[in-house]
């Protein structure tokens, strides 16, 4: 994380002066604007799917830096009042467009796995994080494979430590799972197999046995 030069971050997409912009608030993040890092960072997430797996890491290299510099945290407040912004009005993007709603799930879940407080997940992060799991959860977002594979993704990579944050919540969100199954317009088989999945995965508690990952990537393969 020292070498934060920007050129192994994946901003190649930005136009020059944005990645000036970017490089700047990595290194000395008191000489740039930091709400303005922060709208441009959340933007590119909701456009970028691959941009919003990496933001995270770019965030807390900001945040990092931030506090070696001055001791503040401006730019984690920034970020998340810029997040919640977003998350009000989530149910109206997701209608507009299903992928710009997926790459905001990733793009929170990401920050989540990545700014802590005292190695602990932010708190103001987690019922955000929730209820965004819980509505790829619903019936209608488990007929869109879209959908379902950013809700494994996520689980897959936050599950265990979200889990820890609210076992009632993460236990609610299985029964949706669960629930799945049942329904008169079933998800698809592709869909059905990746809930099986992490189902499989969290009962192994958050793990999965060499013989399942083998059979459930073949049949993914195939």
Same mark, same amino acid.
């Given at each position: 994380?020292?070498?934060?030069?920007?050129?192994?971050?994946?901003?190649?997409?930005?136009?020059?002066?944005?990645?000036?912009?970017?490089?700047?608030?990595?290194?000395?993040?008191?000489?740039?604007?930091?709400?303005?890092?922060?709208?441009?960072?959340?933007?590119?997430?909701?456009?970028?799917?691959?941009?919003?797996?990496?933001?995270?890491?770019?965030?807390?290299?900001?945040?990092?830096?931030?506090?070696?510099?001055?001791?503040?945290?401006?730019?984690?407040?920034c970020?998340?009042?810029?997040?919640?912004?977003?998350?009000?009005?989530?149910?109206?993007?997701?209608?507009?467009?299903?992928?710009?709603?997926?790459?905001?799930?990733?793009?929170?879940?990401?920050?989540?796995?990545?700014?802590?407080v005292?190695?602990?997940?932010?708190?103001?992060?987690?019922?955000?994080?929730?209820?965004?799991?819980?509505?790829?959860?619903?019936?209608?977002?488990?007929?869109?494979?879209?959908?379902v594979?950013?809700?494994?993704?996520?689980?897959?990579?936050?599950?265990?430590?979200?889990?820890?944050?609210?076992?009632?919540?993460?236990?609610?969100?299985?029964?949706?799972?669960?629930?799945?199954?049942? !329904?008169?317009?079933?998800?698809?088989?592709?869909?059905?197999?990746? !809930? !099986?999945?992490?189902?499989?995965?969290?009962?192994?508690?958050?793990?999965?046995?060499?013989?399942?990952?083998?059979?459930?990537?073949?049949?993914?393969?195939?």
């Open positions: 994380m020292e070498n934060s030069t920007g050129e192994e971050y994946k901003i190649q997409s930005f136009d020059a002066d944005t990645q000036k912009l970017l490089k700047m608030a990595l290194k000395e993040p008191a000489s740039v604007d930091l709400e303005k890092v922060a709208s441009v960072i959340v933007e590119q997430s909701m456009k970028d799917l691959v941009f919003s797996k990496e933001a995270g890491r770019i965030c807390y290299t900001i945040v990092q830096a931030e506090n070696k510099q001055s001791g503040n945290s401006n730019f984690r407040r970020v998340l009042n810029r997040l919640q912004q977003e998350f009000l009005v989530k149910e109206q993007i997701r209608e507009n467009s299903v992928n710009a709603w997926v790459c905001l799930v990733t793009f929170i879940c990401n920050v989540f796995d990545y700014l802590k005292n190695n602990m997940p932010m708190m103001a992060l987690v019922n955000p994080v929730y209820d965004c799991l819980m509505r790829l959860a619903q019936p209608d977002a488990l007929q869109n494979e879209e959908e594979d950013c809700l494994v993704q996520q689980l897959h990579r936050i599950g265990e430590q979200l889990q820890k944050t609210s076992t009632q919540r993460m236990d609610d969100l299985f029964c949706l799972l669960r629930d799945g199954f049942l !329904l008169q317009e079933r998800p698809s088989s592709l869909s059905r197999l990746l !809930l !099986l999945e992490i189902i499989e995965f969290r009962a192994g508690g958050w793990k999965m046995s060499d013989s399942a990952q083998k059979y459930y990537y073949s049949e993914v393969v195939d």
